[in-house]
């Protein structure tokens, strides 16, 4: 079994729409959240970067971690084209932030105008 | 500001060969991690240079190797290539192994044939 469990998907959804991406993991110790987006041909670029529960907004963007549930979310508002991509995330047990990452294996998401 | 540039975009090498991958971090950043992405996978972590020292280590073999140069920027060795080592090599820089604010380049994809 992984660590990091995401739905590869694909995911396809109307411009506008609310989109919910997720992913489970099973290491207790991950203590640090994190969510890239990959275009195509390019390296992840970070989203949203969290720690322990809780949520955490920017812009359209809302991160979710529940820790108890080794269950964490991200929320897209408002969604547009350019939004399609393919979101990871990621986590590390590290004490410092960036180190080791376990990545999900990502979710492709298309945004149809 | 250039951000983190890799070199070359694209290789293909044999079986058995050796290939060296090249990384500049982006301005200011001390630290450079190294990733391994298979196709439809998320990138898997290989190692961290800091201070021109590895820090950390992924589960790779020995094969992989790296070093880091006094101006910050690092080396991707891969000896005794195979056909599992097809994949896109990311480098990513960050302000310290500290900073959550972690930069990815754009790759190498790395062809063995």
């Known amino acids: 079994q992984k660590e990091v469990e995401q739905d590869p998907g694909p995911l396809s959804v109307p411009e506008g729409a609310i989109v919910s991406l997720n992913c489970t993991y099973s290491?207790?110790?991950?203590?640090?959240f994190m969510w890239y987006r990959q275009y195509s041909r390019k390296g992840p670029e970070l989203l949203m970067y969290?720690?322990?529960?809780g949520n955490k907004e920017d812009g359209r963007f809302t991160a979710q971690v529940d820790k108890s549930s080794k269950y964490i979310s991200l929320f897209i508002r408002d969604s547009q084209p350019s939004d399609s991509a393919t979101y990871l995330c990621a986590m590390t047990g590290s004490n410092f932030g960036n180190e080791k990452l376990t990545f999900g294996t990502g979710t492709r998401l298309t945004i149809i105008p | 500001d250039a951000g983190v540039t890799q070199s070359p975009t694209h290789l293909i090498k044999t079986r058995g060969q050796q290939v060296t991958l090249r990384c500049s971090p982006k301005?200011?950043?001390?630290?450079v991690s190294w990733y391994q992405q298979a196709l439809g996978q998320g990138p898997q972590f290989i190692f961290q240079?800091?201070?021109?020292?590895?820090?950390q280590r992924g589960n790779f073999p020995d094969r992989f190797s790296g070093h880091q140069f006094p101006n910050y920027s690092s080396e991707l060795n891969v000896n005794a290539l195979l056909l599992g080592d097809s994949a896109l090599y990311l480098c990513?820089?960050?302000?310290?192994?500290?900073?959550?604010?972690?930069?990815f380049g754009s790759g190498t994809q790395l062809s063995v044939l």
């Open positions: 240079y800091y201070e021109e020292e590895e820090r």
């Open positions: 301005s200011g950043h001390d630290t």
């Open positions: 969290t720690y322990s529960s």
């Open positions: 290491n207790s110790a991950f203590q640090y």
């Open positions: 990513a820089s960050s302000f310290t192994p500290t900073n959550e604010k972690l930069f």
